[in-house]
């Protein structure tokens, strides 16, 4: 089955500054890649995915970048605000196949310090 | 509804005793989900729903744990003689179809704790 890899497990990061956070997947057959942002006390929520059609996407001060090749992909968080401070996970999904659910990472804390 | 509802948001019980927890997904959306968040940990799959029947149980860990779904809606995840390993956040979610073509909807979790 698939095998998601996040990193890293916390990183803190000046506020304005940008944020890096990467997975690796195992199964080539993934196409499908969202990004979901934890809160404290809350279910996930989806903020930005995107297919293996497309290399980069962007929302705002929020984009996704995929290497097929080498199964890796990656979020990246411009002029961080303190409101981004959440755990963010990675997950990946054959979603072709019909049945299929998302295999997560193991999460990020990100902490914007003021 | 606008929103995934789980109920309850906050479960202590005592070890051995019988949980059962409940989740109203968004009206309409036909795929339903159960993950286990663990302290500090992932999203553990638990099983999946497509209407009322359920293709993928195969991250149920253990027959101590058993999930139905009645008229394509609400969700039941019972645990039954439950352990302290049991102590986690059941999230569910659910999306319109399958993964890829919607991106999941989740609820806020029922915080299960064994004591």
């Known amino acids: 089955g698939e095998n998601v890899e996040q990193h890293p497990s916390t990183l803190s990061v000046q506020e304005g500054d940008s944020a890096v956070i990467k997975c690796t997947y195992s199964d080539s057959a993934s196409n499908y890649f969202p990004w979901y942002k934890q809160e404290l006390g809350k279910g996930p929520q989806l903020i930005i995915d995107i297919r293996s059609n497309v290399g980069e996407k962007k929302d705002q001060r929020i984009a996704v970048t995929l290497n097929k090749t080498a199964k890796h992909f990656s979020l990246h968080i411009t002029e961080t605000q303190p409101e981004d401070s959440a755990v963010y996970f990675c997950?990946?999904?054959?979603?072709?196949?019909?049945?299929?659910?998302?295999?997560f990472g193991t999460g990020t804390r990100l902490t914007i310090i003021p | 509804g606008a929103g995934v509802s789980q109920s309850p948001s906050n479960k202590v019980t005592e070890k051995g005793k019988d949980v059962e927890l409940r989740c109203d997904p968004i009206s309409g959306h036909t795929a339903l989900y159960w993950y286990r968040q663990s302290l500090g940990q992932g999203l553990e799959f638990l099983i999946y729903?497509?209407?009322?029947?359920?293709?993928?149980k195969s991250g149920l860990p253990s027959d101590r744990f058993s999930a139905e779904r009645t008229g394509g809606s609400v969700s039941t995840l019972t645990i039954q003689r439950t352990q302290q390993e049991d102590s986690a956040v059941y999230l569910c979610?659910?999306?319109?179809?399958?993964?890829?073509?919607?991106?999941?909807?989740f609820g806020s979790g029922t915080r299960l704790t064994v004591v």
């Open positions: 729903f497509q209407g009322n029947s359920a293709p993928d």
């Open positions: 997950a990946a999904s054959r979603s072709r196949v019909f049945r299929e659910k998302l295999t």
């Open positions: 979610a659910s999306s319109l179809e399958r993964v890829g073509t919607y991106g999941y909807t």
